[in-house]
């Protein structure tokens, strides 16, 4: 079994792939934070674009959330904090990446709002970055191993 890259421990099929794939949708903002997540590391632009909030896209497509998944090497999810009042939501995260070979954070919180039953990620504001952890900690991915020998 391989293990849904959001960090929930179930398979990929029972946790963020029947979102991804329109099967069902997320319950709450922090589910979809961690199935947008997700999206990323599995290069799902599609469900990208479709769960940003119309209001808030800009100009964003699907070809450039594709490449963008496509540079960057996921590591962990974290999710520090989150509330939910009724249709609007907030999830603080951090995501962990590699890029150009450097391991960094995208340390964020970020605001969500359900309509019509779907919930959408309108915004966020960033937080300064977290320190990485220190050559013996555990890695921050959940392998098990020291950050070290693994994602360090």
């Not at 069902?24 to 990208?48: D, H, I, N, T």
């Not at 890029?99 to 964020?108: F, V």
Request: charged fraction near 20%.
């Amino acid at each position: 079994m391989s293990h849904c890259p959001c960090g929930s421990k179930q398979a990929y099929a029972d946790c963020c792939q029947p979102l991804h794939q329109q099967q069902r949708p997320a319950q709450s903002p922090q589910q979809l934070m961690a199935s947008r997540y997700c999206a990323f590391v599995k290069g799902e632009a599609a469900y990208l674009l479709r769960t940003h909030h119309p209001e808030f896209r800009g100009q964003l497509t699907e070809a450039e959330l594709a490449q963008a998944c496509q540079e960057t090497q996921w590591h962990a999810l974290q999710i520090v904090d989150f509330s939910q009042q009724q249709d609007q939501g907030e999830v603080e995260f951090c995501a962990w990446y590699k890029q150009h070979g450097k391991l960094q954070a995208l340390h964020e919180r970020s605001r969500f709002s359900c309509e019509q039953g779907l919930w959408y990620y309108r915004d966020g504001d960033i937080k300064p970055n977290p320190a990485l952890p220190g050559r013996n900690d555990p890695c921050l991915c959940g392998s098990g191993n020291k950050f070290k020998r693994c994602c360090g």
